[in-house]
C-alpha cells in the first residue's frame, strides 16, 4: 500500500510539549536511525497559565525542527475538557490511518496531569478500533483502510512507574533538552512576567534530566527513557538479547 504519508513511529501528546518530555530522546535516536517520525498534539495547550495557544504552536514546530521530526499536527482538541467518546475517538483513528504508523507512543497511563491519562487511554482504544474494517473513515473526502499500529508504548511523565522498557538516550538527551527549551513560554526563564508554575520552577527541568539519569543507570548508561507497555513483550528468542551493546 503506497502511503507517502506512512510514519514508522507517531507519538502523540495531549499537550504540546508532553512528547518532549517524556520521549524526546528516544524520537530523536530514531530520526537518526532513518525512520519517520511524527508528532500529533491532541490540544493547544490552551488552559496553560503561561502562554497561549498561537506562543505554543510556534514552540511546538521549533521543537519539531529541533528534533528533525518529519510532520507535527494538532488535533484541536479542547485542552482539559476532551473525553475519550466515539467522535474523539473517530477523529484519532482518522489520523491513524492516515499516518500508518508502525508504533504509537502515547502518555502515561496514571499521572497528576488527568489529561495525560484520559488521553494515554483514549489513544489505546483508537488504535485497537483503527484496526477494525467495519469502522469507516474518510480523509478528505476519501475512504480510508483499516491500520493498526504493532505496539503502543506509554510515557512515564510525573508519577513514579515501574518501566516495561528503557531506551538508551545517551546519545540523544542534549538534543531531547534543547526541544525542551524550545518552550519558552513554558519553563524557566528568570525574567519571564509570566505567573510562576510548577513546570516552570528552575529545578524542574534538572528534575527531568536526573529522571532520565536514573532510568539509564538501569541499564548501564548515562540515559535512559522508561515507557509502559500494556501486552507483553515477545522476542524470537534468547540470542535476541544477546545483540551488541544499545548506542
Given at each position: 500500500m503506497n502511503n507517502p504519508n506512512k510514519l514508522y513511529?507517531?507519538?502523540?501528546?495531549?499537550?504540546?510539549?508532553?512528547?518532549?518530555?517524556?520521549?524526546?530522546?528516544?524520537?530523536?535516536?530514531?530520526?537518526?536511525?532513518?525512520?519517520?517520525?511524527?508528532?500529533?498534539?491532541?490540544?493547544?495547550?490552551?488552559?496553560?497559565s503561561r502562554g497561549n495557544a498561537e506562543i505554543r504552536k510556534i514552540e511546538a514546530q521549533e521543537s519539531a525542527t529541533k528534533m528533525g521530526i518529519k510532520v507535527r499536527v494538532n488535533a484541536g482538541f479542547a485542552d482539559g475538557f476532551f473525553v475519550n467518546d466515539a467522535e474523539h475517538k473517530l477523529k484519532l483513528i482518522s489520523y491513524i490511518r492516515m499516518?500508518?504508523?508502525?508504533?504509537?507512543?502515547?502518555n502515561a497511563l496514571e499521572d497528576r496531569h488527568p489529561d495525560h491519562s484520559r488521553a494515554a487511554r483514549m489513544v489505546a482504544d483508537?488504535?485497537?478500533?483503527?484496526?477494525?474494517?467495519?469502522?469507516?473513515t474518510d480523509w478528505e473526502g476519501q475512504p480510508q483502510q483499516p491500520w493498526r499500529p504493532k505496539r503502543i508504548f506509554h510515557m512515564i511523565h510525573d508519577k513514579d512507574m515501574k518501566p516495561d522498557i528503557i531506551v538508551d538516550i545517551s546519545n540523544t538527551c542534549e538534543t531531547k533538552m534543547e526541544a525542551i527549551k524550545s518552550f519558552k513560554s513554558q519553563f524557566f526563564d528568570a525574567d519571564s512576567p509570566e505567573p510562576m508554575t510548577y513546570i516552570a520552577t528552575e529545578s524542574f527541568l534538572h528534575n527531568i534530566a536526573h529522571k532520565d539519569a536514573l532510568m539509564g543507570k538501569k541499564i548501564g548508561?548515562?540515559?535512559?527513557?522508561?515507557?509502559?507497555?500494556?501486552?507483553?513483550?515477545?522476542i524470537p528468542g534468547f540470542d535476541a538479547l544477546l545483540l551488541p551493546q544499545i548506542s
Open positions: 513511529m507517531l507519538a502523540i501528546g495531549a499537550h504540546p510539549d508532553d512528547i518532549e518530555l517524556g520521549a524526546g530522546g528516544t524520537l530523536v535516536k530514531h530520526v537518526m536511525k532513518g525512520h519517520s517520525v511524527g508528532i500529533l498534539d491532541l490540544t493547544q495547550g490552551e488552559l496553560g499516518f500508518m504508523p508502525e508504533i504509537v507512543i502515547a483508537a488504535c485497537f478500533l483503527s484496526g477494525l474494517s467495519k469502522i469507516e548508561t548515562a540515559a535512559g527513557e522508561g515507557f509502559v507497555c500494556e501486552n507483553i513483550l515477545g
